[in-house]
């Protein structure tokens, strides 16, 4: 997006915000704190939802013990029969499942499975890469991140002052695994960034409505309000569920087709209720 934006729509809804004006250890922190809230949110549900294959246990504990496990190498993948699930591995699956709240059942048959070293029948005939964000094998994402984001890292040890204060604020997802490929994966790629962080600059538009859950694993909430103050003439609406991509829910849809007919937004400081998905399993 240009730093200057010039009005050419009538209406324009936002779903799931980028802040295209954060730094790197902004970009890191905040994804970070997104995801490990994302992932108390889906601990909190099997708290409250008596069909979740841990509801009653520490889910916090699972995840961490079962990471302990990925780090001696005494955890098999269920991906890969007779391979060892790595640290990051068991973390890119949780990850990737706080995406959709649907997926929260399914994720906790899983890690209870896991636990307990049972099968996983939901592994059989899958990949990794066929759960984890819908991967390509021509993903166009890193080398387009690359152009939009200039992340400098000065060296190794500054990657790991990065990685040990990250540690600290998510302490069970230990940081995004979706920022820190995100960064590290310009490292070094010669890669001309074309279009740099920038504050935007919003001038006469028409009401611009923005939509974000409170639990994005992807685009957070911090970011959305950030860029909801970039821009004067917006209204956020905010969702106070999980996942990443609020529209499908019934009030967050009902207020941005209204706002698409009728160009009326949703009172400033609006809030739509959290569904619980069903337990599976």
């Known amino acids: 997006m240009p730093s200057c934006f010039h009005s050419t729509y009538g209406a324009l809804a936002l779903d799931s915000n980028m802040d295209h004006s954060v730094g790197t250890w902004r970009f890191l922190e905040t994804e970070t704190a997104s995801i490990e809230g994302s992932f108390d949110a889906f601990a909190a549900w099997c708290g409250r939802t008596t069909g979740c294959a841990l509801h009653g246990d520490d889910v916090g504990k699972v995840v961490d013990d079962l990471y302990a496990r990925a780090e001696k190498g005494d955890l098999p993948d269920p991906f890969d029969p007779g391979q060892k699930y790595s640290p990051t591995d068991l973390l890119q699956d949780v990850q990737g499942t706080l995406y959709d ?82 960064v590290t994966g310009c490292l070094g790629a010669a890669i001309a960034v074309q279009n740099p962080q920038h504050r935007l600059t ?12 409170v639990h994005d694993p992807a685009t957070p909430y911090a970011w959305a309000v950030d860029v909801h103050q970039q821009i004067p003439n917006s209204v956020l609406l905010t969702y106070d569920g999980s996942g990443h991509g609020t529209y499908l829910h019934p009030c967050v849809m009902a207020a941005v087709d209204t706002y698409l007919t009728t160009l009326a937004t949703p009172r400033p400081g609006t809030h739509c209720p959290r569904i619980d998905p069903p337990a599976t399993g």
């Open 101 to 182: 709240a649907s997926s929260f059942g399914f994720e906790a048959e899983e890690l209870a499975d896991l636990r307990d070293g049972k099968p996983l029948p939901q592994a059989v005939g899958r990949t990794r890469a066929a759960v984890n964000w819908g991967t390509l094998v021509r993903n166009p994402f890193q080398a387009v991140f690359c152009e939009d984001w200039p992340m400098s890292v000065s060296g190794f040890g500054e990657l790991d002052l990065y990685r040990r204060a990250l540690e600290q604020i998510a302490p069970h997802m230990h940081r995004s695994i979706l920022a820190w490929s995100s």
């Open 202 to 213: 919003v001038r006469g538009s028409a009401p611009i409505l923005m939509v974000n859950s």
